[in-house]
């Protein structure tokens, strides 16, 4: 409905008519909004995201193997309540009720990660063709509703039996995953021409080898930075093996990027801030931009020439049609002597920061600048085409009542990031689309089902759907 429309109903409503509370939210919400889609461009794209072991459920039916997050996730005291993905979404079964939503809150792309253990069962070798058809099914729902897909290769969810084998670790993880990805781009590359090879390398690097707080757990400093060098290499490869198998097709990665300040403008925080960084922002990044590894900014990646072979800093190039921006916080920085101390500031920031930082159920402060000084980073390099920010969005406690959801808590956080989205885009910068993180409330990793990011609510005990005031107002945008 456009602005004059809404303008008409509304003076319906002065004179006695009932309105409804969508467009009341909206009436409310213009006021204070300056911006609409159209400010964004016609090929701005709109979309929401979800990631396979976060939704799917049907973790071990129609053939599908065990990946490292069900074997993380069923050991007890890993994740909060002791709950797992078994169930989740049920999107297994439900994927055409919540594609039926995505096209209900007018989001035109649905981008998804495909569960590498539900079509190789154990990694590699045989594949199951209930698993490939699945994803047909999920693709040709979402083209019959005029949506376009969007699949990310790798969410985090990798087979349990290459995990066996050393995981990320093993460097014969390249071979594993070139066969896995050139599979799945020759089955659905005629239908789906937007492709992501990763899902924020440093997460599932960093939190699964180094923090061991996510799958598969391991907390081994030597394990991570193989594991690193490893995905850095697959992530190329993993580029050039879509665009070979979908020419016509728009390849691209994603990188979790936060905005890093140090505490004061002392040099020892200054350096601190820097090193965390080259950590946090620039190590999956630089490679494929051909500047390797950010060894100036900090020294201790050095030690990466030892695990590099002949050859790899080659190979580690890759030039994507489009990076994927995913921001959630500012990480504010202070020097410590221990390298554990980095992953425990970004939990408290207001420790850091003021009592007064606004935070979100994950403790994340709402930071709407740091979106803006992040995509202003990446445009910055050399090589960049096109940004896409495939991953923002906030968890509050939601209260349903009577089917609804009124979260204007999450309309104004929306509000001030995608001002500052197109404070960029207003100054130049390629930054092409916005995936709200996520369509529905879903299993939130070591969290659980705590957390709830959805634009739609979920009632894990009915599986009952109830779009939010926040799903309603990207509809009505
Ligand atoms: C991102 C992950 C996504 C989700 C959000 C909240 O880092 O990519 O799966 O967990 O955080």
């Known amino acids: 409905m456009n602005r004059r429309d809404l303008i008409k109903q509304l003076s319906l409503g002065a004179v006695g008519l009932s309105i409804s509370p969508q467009l009341h939210a909206l009436y409310q919400s213009l006021s204070i909004q300056d911006f609409s889609k159209r400010d964004f461009g016609d090929r701005f794209k709109w979309g929401v ?78 594949i199951n063709q209930k698993g490939l058809d699945f994803y047909h099914r999920v693709i040709d729902t979402c083209l019959e509703k005029g949506i376009e897909p969007w699949i990310t290769l790798y969410h985090w969810d990798l087979p349990q039996a290459l995990e066996d084998k050393g995981g990320w670790a093993n460097r014969d993880i390249i071979g594993y995953f070139a066969d896995y990805a050139d599979t799945v781009s020759k089955q659905y590359g005629d239908k789906v021409k937007n492709w992501m090879v990763f899902n924020e390398p440093m997460a599932f690097t960093g939190l699964g080898y180094l923090a061991g707080t996510h ?27 879509l665009r070979s198998n979908v020419p016509d097709g728009q390849i691209g990665t994603t990188f979790s990027l936060s905005s890093i300040h140090p505490k004061t403008q002392q040099k020892k925080h200054v350096e601190a ?81 003021t009592d007064k930082a606004e935070l979100t159920d994950m403790g994340w402060e709402v930071y709407p600048e740091g979106i803006y000084e992040v995509i202003a980073k990446v445009a910055a390099y050399s090589g960049i085409k096109k940004i896409i920010i495939t991953e923002n969005g906030t968890a509050f406690p939601d209260h349903i009542e009577n089917g609804r959801v009124h979260d204007e808590q999450r309309i104004t956080f929306f509000k001030k990031y995608l001002q500052q989205v197109l404070r960029a885009k207003n100054e130049g910068m390629p930054v092409d689309g916005y995936f709200v993180w996520s369509l529905m409330d879903n299993f939130e990793w070591a969290e659980g089902y705590k957390p709830r990011f959805g634009l739609i609510h979920v009632d894990y005990t009915t599986q009952q759907r109830s779009i939010k005031d926040s799903g309603y107002w990207f509809r009505n945008l």
């Open 49 to 126: 995201a979800t990631a396979s072991y976060q939704i799917e459920g049907a973790w071990n039916i129609d053939g599908k193997g065990e990946s490292i997050w069900d074997r993380f996730s069923h050991k007890k005291g890993k994740i909060h309540n002791n709950e797992n993905g078994d169930i989740a979404c049920d999107f297994y079964h439900r994927y055409r009720d919540d594609i039926e939503l995505v096209r209900q809150i007018n989001m035109q792309v649905f981008r998804f990660s495909l569960s590498w253990s539900r079509i190789f069962p154990q990694g590699s070798g045989s």
């Open 215 to 241: 799958a598969p757990g391991k907390k081994d400093i030597g394990l991570f930075k193989k594991a690193v060098h490893h995905t850095v290499i697959c992530q190329a490869d993993g580029g050039r093996i």
């Open 273 to 353: 801030a820097l090193r965390m960084d080259a950590l946090f922002n620039r190590l999956f990044i630089e490679p494929c931009l051909g500047l390797g590894y950010p060894k100036d900014t900090f020294p201790y990646l050095k030690t990466m020439d030892k695990i590099m072979k002949p050859g790899d800093e080659e190979r580690m190039k890759f030039d994507f049609d489009f990076h994927g921006i995913q921001n959630y916080f500012r990480i504010v920085s202070k020097f410590s002597l221990f390298p554990p101390i980095m992953w425990a500031n970004q939990v408290k920031p207001q420790k850091l920061i």
